[in-house]
């Protein structure tokens, strides 16, 4: 069964700082990977999605993750941290074979310190 | 705007009532899910509809059930409401299971 592991439920960055949040996923199969944004009171955005193509996915608002097989990680990056950053952030998983729902990780939620 | 809607936005309602919460899903996506989000819980699945039939079930109360119509809008029932239910009830949808899923706004339930 896949599974995704999020680690860190809190990132605090300055404003202007590299953004790093940490995900990894244990898969049977090469997955589909997520990265989705939650802010307050509001419905999850996606981001991102790697779907084997590139391994250096850009996704929106500056945001990239880097999908990395040997290390089954597929870590959110931001180079330069903005205060409108401050959410939640969910990674996700999906097998290519894809007849499972997505498997959604528990969360870092990102505070940005001006 | 995503494209999923939910109705109502906010419910308040008092232990042991029964309420049904709505969703419409964007054009042409033919599944549907539904989470629950509490702080305590996180995110959690609930269930999942594809084109009218139940594809898969997550962590779902049998006081809670779910249906979609041929029209593809969902339905979400919960009953013999408790303190405890009161969460954000998200509805999520997709083209196939599987590949992204895009949530709608929730509906915040309020159980008195």
Known sequence: AQSVTQLGSHVSVSEGALVLLRCNYSSSVPPYLFWYVQYPNQGLQLLLKYTSAATLVKGINGFEAEFKKSETSFHLTKPSAHMSDAAEYFCAVSPISGNTPLVFGKGTRLSVIA | ?112
């Open chain 2, 1 to 112: 705007d995503s494209g999923v809607t939910q109705t109502p936005k906010h419910l308040i309602t008092a232990t042991g009532q029964r309420v049904t919460l709505r969703c419409s899903p964007r054009s042409g996506d033919l599944s549907v899910y539904w989470y629950q989000q509490s702080l305590d819980q996180g995110l959690q699945f609930l269930i999942q509809y594809y084109n009218g039939e139940e594809r898969a079930k997550g962590n779902i109360l049998e006081r809670f059930s779910a249906q979609q119509f041929p029209d593809l809008h969902s339905e979400l029932n919960l009953s013999s409401l408790e303190l405890g239910d009161s969460a954000l009830y998200f509805c999520a949808s997709s083209v196939e299971q599987g590949t992204e899923q895009y949530f709608g706004p929730g509906t915040r339930l309020t159980v008195t």
